[in-house]
């Protein structure tokens, strides 16, 4: 019988899935998956912390850090499997720079079984919608990639509620973060983004991003969120910044 058109890429495509792959970490063959077995096991978890800004904490059990009882945020949780160093900073830059999507899979599946588990634990940890950091149109036209955005669609696939892609705008460019002091990082983003959905009538937003350094672009997001009525602001990151 003749090929059907379609047929071979098909074909390809679980020929494809059937070859070993090479682990994002290591880079020897973790059969069908994109990270072995101990290097996943060896990433560097977060462990207890901080319930609404992912930061360790000096005493276990408390449900917040010093400085957020003495200076809330303007967002109410935040909900980070990993810590942002060796290999997680690679494989960010990997994903975000190199639209690497071997890593991007890795990252975006540790963080919604990160999801899943919250969850389980406690069913209002789950946001009624989602919406990932915008990137600057310029930006995003020289990296082709927003990895909030890529992760975002995974974490709404994933658990059912919707996706509020491109309501959450910058209102201008920001010179890049890298580099500056946290009070520095808070002036250059002032005024910086703005929501133009529908008022957000008291619901659960969780904001996504890849990285949480010192916190001043998630701050400045929730500040517009909740300006906008949103009731209760979850933060989704894939990993923690801990020495900002
Ligand atoms: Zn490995
Ligand atoms: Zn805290």
């Not at 609404?52 to 967002?75: I, S, V």
């Not at 975000?96 to 991007?104: H, N």
């Not at 995003?140 to 705008?169: E, K, T």
Request: aromatic content about 6%.
């Amino acid at each position: 019988m003749p090929c059907q058109p379609g047929m071979n890429s098909w074909v390809n495509r679980c020929l494809d899935a059937l070859q070993p792959r090479a682990c994002v970490a290591c880079g020897f063959d973790s059969g069908n998956a994109n990270i072995c077995v101990s290097c996943r096991a060896d990433l560097p978890w977060l462990g207890p912390c901080c319930d609404r800004c992912a930061l360790p904490l000096a005493k276990a059990g408390d449900p917040a850090c010093g400085q957020c009882l003495a200076h809330p945020p303007p967002f109410d949780a935040s909900h980070a499997p990993l810590r942002f160093s060796f290999p997680v900073n690679r494989l960010v830059h990997g994903f975000k720079f190199r639209r690497d999507s071997a890593m991007g899979q890795v990252l975006s599946e540790v963080l919604c079984s990160h999801m899943t588990t919250r969850a389980s634990e406690c069913k209002t940890a789950l946001p009624d919608l989602w919406v990932p950091v915008p990137m600057h149109r310029w930006r995003l036209a020289s990296r082709m990639l927003n990895p909030a955005f890529f992760l975002a669609q995974r974490l709404a696939a994933r658990s059912g509620s919707p996706l509020a892609p491109h309501r959450l705008r910058r209102s201008r460019h920001t010179p890049t973060q890298t580099g500056l002091g946290a009070s520095e990082r808070k002036s250059n983003l002032r005024g910086a983004f703005c929501w133009t959905g529908q008022p957000l009538k008291s619901l659960h937003v969780g904001l996504v991003d890849d990285v949480m350094t010192t916190g001043s672009t998630v701050s400045e997001c929730a500040r517009v969120l909740k300006r906008n009525q949103a009731g209760y602001i979850s933060i989704w990151i894939v990993a923690r910044a801990l020495n900002a």
